[in-house]
């Protein structure tokens, strides 16, 4: 077999050329191209738990700010508190999917693609 670098005759089933020290195209290389594609569907599988993160997120700031503004002059100091810490948990939460979703976009962007 054919080093794909250098071109030198090496034996079948060698992992790296006799000459250039470069890996062959035959050994590990399946193995590596297995392991980035399990890699590549686990983080789209975060990507997608992220998104759907990010989607209740967004609804749930929605639904209180539109609380916020229904009960604006009947709302309780104690119970506008509440709205405000709910906010903010809300703010958290989306906050969690954006990094959720870069680092997920991140490693989808790294791995290797299958030949």
Known sequence: ????????????????????????????????AVKGGRLSIGAFVILMIALVVMVLAWGWQEDIEGDIEEHRGTMSETWYANELVLLDNAGILWNSGVVLTVLAVVVIALTPVRK
């Open 1 to 32: 077999m054919r080093c794909p670098v250098c071109g030198a005759d090496n034996p079948e089933g060698r992992k790296f050329c006799g000459d250039c020290g470069k890996e062959t195209s035959s050994g590990n290389a399946k193995d590596g």
